[in-house]
């Protein structure tokens, strides 16, 4: 691990000042950017440390919604009464994201902010643009079991690796951020990752700086909620494809994928179908596929994790 300096801050409004500064990174649990600057794959000169600025609380919105702090820990909020009985798609992707020791310490925030974990990224020997803008990718020709399907560009094949984010992108979340000059936004969970493009190594909407202080989401739409998620191993493996999905009872609802493209995939049109099943709904949801063939078989594998998710829904 490469020398740091290190600073805590006790507002948001100065840790979006102090990380401002180029080569600087915020941390609070550190279960993904510790394990990279490790690696040597992070490397920054200076740390903000924003754990004590007191965004840990779960509150209500006055339309019926809630907030919730960037700094809540993925047990408190799976735990939660609220989340559980309104957004259960919720509780459920975090508990089926990481054991419960990572729980304990990931945040809301880093949960959203966390990176991918293509192999090649991971392997400084290896040519990557998320990595080394402009270096190449390995991952492309390479190993590329599960790696993404749709949403990739020439540059880059990465998929997102979160659980929580995908159970966000159907509920509609919010993001609210703190910039450095003192500015706050509300950036729609549907605009918060980016696709790759020409530039992989910007993953997010953030400006440098700019801080997550809380995520919101709006008031419940009522339903069965449900999160399926199909991976290598029981005990805590990142997703082959993962299904959040909100159901009603006339068979209507909403779909988000994980584990198929760089960030949490919704097709809102294709979510029409969802009153005719899976097979109509993952038609258009993966219009414009270009699987390799290491990964090709993720394309039916997310017409029949849909269809559990739905029959579960159902039941």
């Not at 840790?15 to 794959?41: E, V, W, Y």
């Not at 159901?247 to 209507?252: F, H």
Request: one cysteine or more; aromatic letters at 4%.
């Amino acid at each position: 691990m490469k020398p740091f300096t290190y600073s805590r801050a006790k507002t948001p409004a100065e840790a979006a000042t102090a990380a401002a500064r180029p080569g600087t990174k915020f941390i609070a649990g550190g279960t993904n950017l510790l394990d990279l600057m490790k690696l040597q794959i992070e490397t920054p000169s200076h740390l903000v440390d924003v754990q004590d600025l007191k965004l840990d609380r779960i509150e209500p919105t006055p339309d019926g919604g809630l907030r919730i702090g960037a700094l809540v820990r993925n047990t408190a909020l799976a735990s939660d009464d609220r989340v559980r009985r309104d957004y259960g798609a919720l509780t459920r992707a975090i508990v089926a994201g990481a054991s419960g020791q990572l729980r304990n310490k990931a945040t809301t925030a880093g949960n959203l902010l966390q990176r991918t974990r293509c192999p090649y990224f991971y392997d400084t020997n290896q040519p990557c643009n998320k990595r080394t803008p402009g270096s190449g990718c390995a991952a492309i020709g390479g190993y590329s079991r599960q790696l993404a399907v749709i949403g990739a560009s020439d540059a880059c094949i990465a998929t997102y690796p979160g659980d929580m984010a995908v159970a966000m992108r159907v509920l509609d979340a919010v993001v609210e951020t703190v910039d450095p000059a003192g500015g706050t936004r509300a950036i729609p969970i549907a605009d918060f990752h980016r696709l790759p493009g020409d530039t992989p190594h910007i993953e997010t909407a953030l400006v440098p700086g700019e801080l997550v202080t809380a995520v919101t989401l709006p008031r419940p739409i009522g339903g069965a909620h449900v999160y399926h998620k199909v991976r290598d191993r029981a005990s805590y493996a990142f997703a082959l494809v993962s299904v959040a999905a909100i159901v009603q009872k006339d068979g209507t609802g909403r779909v988000a994928v994980g584990g198929i493209a760089p960030r949490p995939w919704r097709m809102e049109a294709a979510e029409a179908h969802l009153p005719q099943g899976a097979q109509a709904v993952a038609a258009p949801l993966l219009a414009g596929a270009r699987p390799t063939p290491d990964n090709a078989f993720k394309v039916p594998l997310v017409e029949r994790t849909l269809a559990a998710a739905l029959a579960d829904a159902k039941a």
